[in-house]
């Protein structure tokens, strides 16, 4: 009777299949391996000397949600909430940074003109003196940089197609030199500098990060860099004062203007 025991846990080692041995070693060998990992030095992303690298914390577990975080999107803004981008947007084949810009190309020709902007400014809610003055500043500082030719072109046109020309330093790096859009990056803006909400920047925390971005003597870049964000929170805050991760990823590939847009025009028809 006293073998009975050892014998009925010998079958069921049989008929399952299990060796309690055998998974043992395996759970301390995974152990071991783990341990080994958190002390190698060569992934360590805090290093004592720097402390700036523990208050601007990286996402050490990004790719157990979004898989494969490293890789820059050319067609979808991504993120750990949306690992397809944006649901239902049709890319139309145009990269992330040209989707951004499409929507101020308002007849859908390729080209955008100043009063182009000027009307896109003006769908999405901002007034006219910001309007105007957005439309001057863009297409005269844009321009020349994406056209094909030498010859500059008095009505200060934007094409669509090289529009990863302009692409300017002191930013976010959330687009890369050929306007895919990189996804850790994107984390980063949020996992480093937004402490009060997770998913979420407050004005202080935005300057925060204006500031950590700055290239050395890159004067030009800083000043437009401070300019698209604080359009973009005069535009998409909410009543607390906050710019939540879902606007700033839709300003990305531009759905947000859409979202704008469509709010705007129903806005209208109820007045």
Known sequence: MDALPTQTS???????????????SLRNLLCSGMASLSED??????????PVTGERKINTSLQDKLPKP????????????????????????????????SFFDRNKDGVIYPWETFQGFRAIGFNIFISFSAAILINIGFSYITMTGWIPSPLFPIYVKNIHKTKH?????????????????????????????PDALTLGEMNTMLSS????FDFAGWIISLGEWLLLYYIAKDEQGS???????????????????????????RA
């Open 41 to 50: 030095p060569s992934l360590e992303t805090y290093a004592p000397e720097a």
């Open 243 to 269: 710019l939540h991760r879902e606007a700033v990823r839709g300003v990305y590939d531009g759905s947000l203007f859409e979202q704008l847009e469509k709010m705007r025009a129903s806005r209208s028809k």
């Open 70 to 101: 490293y890789m820059a999107r050319a067609i979808a803004a991504v993120d750990k909430y949306h690992p397809r981008g944006t649901e239902g947007k049709d890319s139309k084949g145009l990269s992330v940074l040209q989707q951004h810009v």
């Open 213 to 216: 971005n700055r290239n050395l």
């Open 10 to 24: 010998t079958t069921w080692q049989l008929v399952l299949g299990w060796d309690w041995k055998a998974l043992s």
């Open 169 to 197: 330093g002191s930013d976010s790096d959330v687009y890369d030199t050929e306007g895919r859009f990189e996804p850790s990056k994107f984390e980063e803006i949020f996992r480093k500098y937004a402490i009060t909400n």
